[in-house]
């Protein structure tokens, strides 16, 4: 019997999201539901329950599939994963925390696929984002910076929801952190970015994987790669085959 390839892959990398991860698989299916979809949850190595959590939600979302990561790799890998295990060719990415509402996603991926093959990823961005004055603060800076040193049209490079094709994302240089610098990564290689704004939740569990600090040094490092990566590129324009 063939195995019906579905038209919306929703990966989400999760790590010590117990009591998020379950309600958040929940509300993807309801937003969702009447499409051809599945949910790629991908487990960091948790290490609390947020494995147990989902697994036990598999009988009640039949269009769930939970990955684990032996060891703990990070949020970019964690992509990486759901996206190469992903079956369709439109993927949507959400961040596990649950503060990214999966109801906006279907606007992103009817988005994309009403617009023509050279646009590959639509980005949400943020319009009233419920985080801690000092993280806006530092994440508008970061993000004014990065425009400009990379001339990514984006605004909101942070925001975990994201819809694009699967072939251009797997096109692209992986590197940990590749998550923060898709739009630029896309532009690279002869593709376009549109833009959405989406909402944003204050978040009910857990808590936060970054600091302002940390972030701010992994981004000095992550901007002169990608800085150094559009300078070495070339592209051939159009391709013919005889």
């Not at 800076?141 to 942070?158: C, V």
Request: charged content about 25%; proline content about 5%; hydrophobic content about 40%.
């Amino acid at each position: 019997m063939t195995e019906t390839v579905p038209d919306i892959s929703v990966v989400v990398p999760v790590h010590d999201e117990e009591g998020a991860a379950g309600p958040l698989a929940r509300e993807i299916a309801t937003a969702f539901a009447g499409r051809s979809f599945e949910m790629v949850f991908v487990d960091d190595a948790s290490r609390d329950a947020t494995l147990a959590e989902l697994r036990a939600l598999m009988p009640e979302l039949p269009t769930l599939r939970v990955l684990s990561h032996a060891q703990n790799a990070g949020q970019s890998r964690a992509v990486r994963t759901g996206v190469l295990a992903a079956r369709a060719p439109i993927v949507v990415t959400l961040d596990g925390d649950g503060q990214n509402p999966p109801a906006d996603a279907p606007r992103l991926v009817d988005l994309l696929l009403a617009s023509p093959a050279t646009v590959a990823l639509v980005g949400g961005r943020r319009a009233q984002r419920q985080d801690s004055e000092a993280k806006r603060w530092a994440s508008r800076w970061a993000n004014r910076i990065r425009k400009r040193l990379l001339a990514d049209d984006a605004d909101d490079t942070g925001c975990g929801l994201k819809a694009f094709r699967r072939d251009v994302f797997l096109r692209l240089p992986y590197f940990d952190h590749i998550h923060r610098y898709l739009p630029a990564l896309v532009i690279r290689e002869g593709f376009e970015n549109r833009y959405l704004d989406v909402g944003h939740r204050h978040r009910e569990t857990g808590r936060s994987k970054y600091t302002n600090w940390g972030r701010l040094v992994a981004s000095l490092s992550d901007l002169a790669g990608v800085m150094w990566l559009k300078r070495r590129s070339r592209r051939p324009g159009a391709i013919s085959e005889f």
